[in-house]
């Protein structure tokens, strides 16, 4: 069937988990993460969207394969590089499979996450890596969920066609995708999610001044992305970009995701798919906060959870932080209950599971919850005074850890204050150690002001700082606690009196 955007309603479900690095693979239990039963081969696939400029759109298509006896030794070697023996026959007998698409990150390739999908194949599924073109252009949030629907429509014509080797090797009724950074931004797509117009401009235009000085698209321009979506799709009568969804998709991972902002909470609310999201605690490039925590706090009407692993922005191996048996885990548990029917893999997406892991955390703890509703207990530990006209320097020992400074007020004033990260990240050219949140309290403790951000597009500095610009605090008594999302860090917090403009 030739696939339209079309939007389809199911439950989303997602999962959160904090992991630790490098865990050692006898200090925790990973049953889905070994080989499966299954010989995997590849091959890549080229095709051409006449609908789009002849825009080409390859594929490597992993999946299971018949390896004959005289390879067995070439096999071995294969399996443990997870690069498989191109080419050769699929193993038919055991099909059809369920369809898994790996959308990559921004400027990435299809094979980047290999040490997790060559063994997923190995359980029985078939994996399509796309080869998104031209992914450091702007137009590309376009591209990628056509891309993706493109690739199921040539999958589908291989499937059906008597004379190709493999015909019947897929079942197009039980599809999956999984995408990491730019990659979960097609995965949300083809969740049902739908951008909000309104929602990216507003977004597109607080973001340039970071996408200008981190020079990530030099084409970037909202309305020209929108100019060159209207080529191809439509908007619908309730202002939101016609959906890009199939109705074989049946659920989908956001690995690390980026660009969830340009869907805004109405366009994220659309999403409609099992949806299982990971985010990085150290990922610097999509900040968990920004990324996986946003994707989950839009996803209203649904249940949904997150897993955390401490992990910097990558796949396995490259990421660094995070071994492949733990993703492999959670992925495979994922898809083997959505698209397999294993329904027994439920009890790896628990709390209970999660507690028997070394340093694994179940739930969106203080990291994640930078609105101050969502701390139960607001604890920080004392920093000393500030007054007016003064800066303090300090450090976030641990990831999560907030220091108050006393702060008093003779009388009313109209305050600048800002909470800067200070130390610059060893593998960020521009961006701070240290991603502040300040908070003010009252006399009794109360939180009445809190910030994550200042604007980005008065004052670019490279830093996501915190803080107010002309806030008007009456006379009394205050604590200005610095806190963060991620990591650790030195900072400076300052007090300053707002000047009226000459």
Not at 225 to 250: C, K, M, R, V
Not at 315 to 330: K, R
Not at 471 to 483: E, K, S, W
Request: aromatic share 10%; charged share 20%; with cysteine.
């Amino acid at each position: 069937m030739q696939r339209s955007f079309t939007f389809v309603l199911l439950i989303v479900v997602c999962f959160v988990v904090l992991a630790a690095p490098v865990l050692a693979q006898e200090d925790m239990s990973f049953p889905l993460a070994g080989r499966g039963p299954y010989d995997v081969s590849q091959r890549r696939l080229e095709f051409t969207d006449a609908s789009r400029d002849d825009r080409p759109v390859n594929i490597v298509l992993w999946y299971p394969a018949v390896v004959p006896s005289e390879l067995a030794d070439e096999l071995t070697r294969a399996v443990r590089a997870h690069l498989p023996i191109a080419d050769l026959a699929p193993n038919l007998e055991g099909g059809p499979y369920p369809l898994v698409l790996y959308s990559h990150d921004y400027g990435g390739t299809p094979t980047e996450f290999r040490s997790v999908l060559e063994p997923l194949v190995s359980h029985g599924f078939v994996v399509a890596g796309i080869d998104h073109r031209g992914t450091t252009s702007a137009m590309s949030y376009v591209d990628r969920p056509l891309d993706a629907l493109f690739t199921l429509d040539q999958l589908e014509a291989l499937n059906e066609d008597p004379q190709s080797d493999l015909a019947g090797l897929i079942d197009l009724e039980k599809v999956g995708a999984m995408g990491l950074g730019s990659g979960a931004y097609t995965t949300t797509a083809l969740s049902g999610a739908r951008i909000d117009p309104q929602a990216a401009s507003d977004f597109a235009e607080w973001i340039e001044p970071l996408i200008v000085g981190y020079s990530i698209f030099p084409d970037w321009s909202w309305s020209g992305i929108e100019n060159y979506h209207d080529q191809f799709a439509g908007t619908e009568s309730d202002g939101l970009w016609t959906a890009t969804t199939d109705p074989g998709t049946q659920a989908v991972i956001a690995y690390q995701p980026c660009g969830i902002d340009l869907f805004g909470a109405r366009g994220v609310a659309e999403a409609a798919v099992p949806t299982l999201i990971v985010g990085g605690t150290q990922d610097i490039a999509c900040d968990a906060e920004f990324g996986a925590g946003l994707l989950a706090n839009q996803l209203t009407g649904a249940e949904h959870q997150l897993v955390l692993l401490n992990s910097a922005h990558g796949p396995p191996l490259t990421g660094g932080t995070v071994a492949p048996d733990l993703v492999l885990q959670l992925v495979h548990a994922f898809l083997g209950m959505h698209l397999q029917g294993e329904a027994e893999n439920a009890v790896y997406l628990t709390e209970a599971y999660a507690n028997t892991l070394d340093q694994v955390e179940w739930g969106i703890g203080d990291f994640m919850a930078v609105d101050p509703a969502n701390i139960r207990d607001f604890t920080f530990s004392e920093g000393g005074s500030i007054g007016l006209g003064e800066s303090v320097a300090g450090i976030v020992e641990t990831a999560g850890d907030r220091i108050g400074y006393d702060l008093s007020l003779a009388e009313g004033n109209l305050l600048n204050l800002t909470a800067h990260g200070t130390g610059r990240r060893t593998d960020s050219p521009i961006f701070s150690q240290f991603d502040p949140v300040l908070y003010i309290l009252n006399d009794q403790g109360e939180v009445v002001f809190w910030s994550d951000e200042l604007s980005l597009a008065d004052n670019f500095s490279g830093n996501l700082d915190a803080g107010f610009e002309s806030l008007d605090l009456p006379a009394g008594d205050y604590t200005l606690v610095v806190g963060g999302f991620r990591m650790a860090g030195p900072y400076e917090l300052t007090v300053e009196e707002a000047r009226p403009a000459a």
